[in-house]
């Protein structure tokens, strides 16, 4: 038998191969409605599937060749964590910046909770400094 962790873990992996492939709408089906974001430089938590399916479009723009590899997930009661490293390349502007060209990875270390089988709320750390490093403009480039 699947225990309950078990199957919050497949269904991160299926959240994350959704997103990866670009099945925006699938990836937020797996969402509760009132779904809440806890995200870097927020002052509180965003709430609703739609602020994910913005942040999402915004990256899947900006990096439309976006690999999701999970280098790591595990599970206890409703909570599932994950390490995961995002590759691609700025082809979009992203958060102001725009493309360059450039392939760019970073890691992240996220948490989710999930509610009757969907994700209820996400707790997210990407390294957005390394990121901005790599698509920030050097000084040959201007």
């Known amino acids: 038998m699947t225990t309950t962790t078990e199957n919050n873990i497949?269904?991160?992996r299926a959240a994350y191969q959704a997103l990866e492939?670009?099945?925006?709408?699938t990836t937020a089906g797996m969402l509760t409605e009132d779904f809440i974001a806890n995200v870097p430089g927020a002052p509180e938590p965003l709430v609703g599937r739609e602020i994910w399916l913005h942040g999402a479009r915004g990256m899947?723009?900006?990096f439309p060749d976006l690999t999701i590899n999970v280098q790591d997930i595990f599970g206890v009661d409703d909570k599932v964590t994950v390490l995961v490293h995002f590759e691609?390349?700025?082809?979009?502007?992203?958060?102001?910046?725009?493309?360059?060209?450039?392939?760019?990875?970073?890691?992240?270390?996220?948490v989710y909770r999930f509610l009757d089988d969907k994700i209820a709320e996400e707790w997210v750390a990407p390294d957005l400094i390394s990121l901005f490093q790599q698509i920030s403009p050097t000084p040959t480039d201007q």
Do not use: I, W
């Open 88 to 110: 691609g390349t700025h082809q979009g502007a992203f958060q102001q910046v725009e493309a360059t060209g450039k392939r760019v990875s970073y890691r992240s270390v996220e």
């Open 60 to 62: 899947k723009e900006a």
């Open 10 to 12: 497949a269904r991160m």
């Open 21 to 25: 492939n670009g099945e925006l709408d």
